[in-house]
């Protein structure tokens, strides 16, 4: 907009200056001056327009540049979270496993235990019947012996008699 104004203004002058032209009577030199001034106008312009755009441009690539930066840490962000959920979900199922095992690990030390205490249970009445019947056996042993002892007596007795 400021170019268009500018031309404008241009075309004002202009025609300004073919009546200068016109009142002076001409002159050269006054003309080149004109058109160095003009151009240098030009160029000063030009170049504060490639300014403004070159600045444009190197704002555009830094909005882009940290949007970009932007992206990747939430992308990284995201990929952290998701890290961080399947580890924790692997943990969740190591310490699951793991909690079975001991339970397993439990349960066959209690098994193991009962076994052994019917094992000992057994092994003990098995030597509570060995010892009734030793004890029976000498029992009857002592009988016999008594029956024997007995036995001579009363044979004795008859003898005597």
């Known amino acids: 907009m400021k170019a268009a ?15 200068e032209k016109e009142e002076e009577g001409g002159g050269r030199k006054k003309r080149e001056e004109k058109k160095e001034e003009e151009k240098k106008k030009r160029e000063e312009e030009e170049r504060k327009g490639r300014r403004r755009r ?15 930066e932007k992206r990747k840490e939430v992308e990284e962000e995201e990929e952290k979270k998701k890290r961080e959920e399947e580890e924790r979900k692997g943990r969740r199922r190591r310490c699951k496993r793991r ?17 052994e205490e019917e094992e000992e249970k057994k092994k003990r009445e098995e030597e509570r019947k060995m010892e009734e019947k030793k004890v029976q056996e ?3 042993e002592k009988n016999k012996e008594e029956e024997r002892k007995r036995k001579k007596e009363e044979e004795n007795v008859e003898e005597k008699k």
């Open 5 to 19: 104004k500018n031309r404008k203004e241009e075309k004002k002058k202009n025609k300004g200056g073919k009546q």
């Open 54 to 68: 070159c600045k444009r441009r190197k704002m555009r690539r830094i909005i882009r540049r940290r949007k970009k």
């Open 99 to 115: 909690k079975m095992r001991r339970i397993i690990r439990r349960r066959k030390k209690e098994k193991r235990k009962e076994v």
């Open 138 to 140: 000498e029992e009857e």
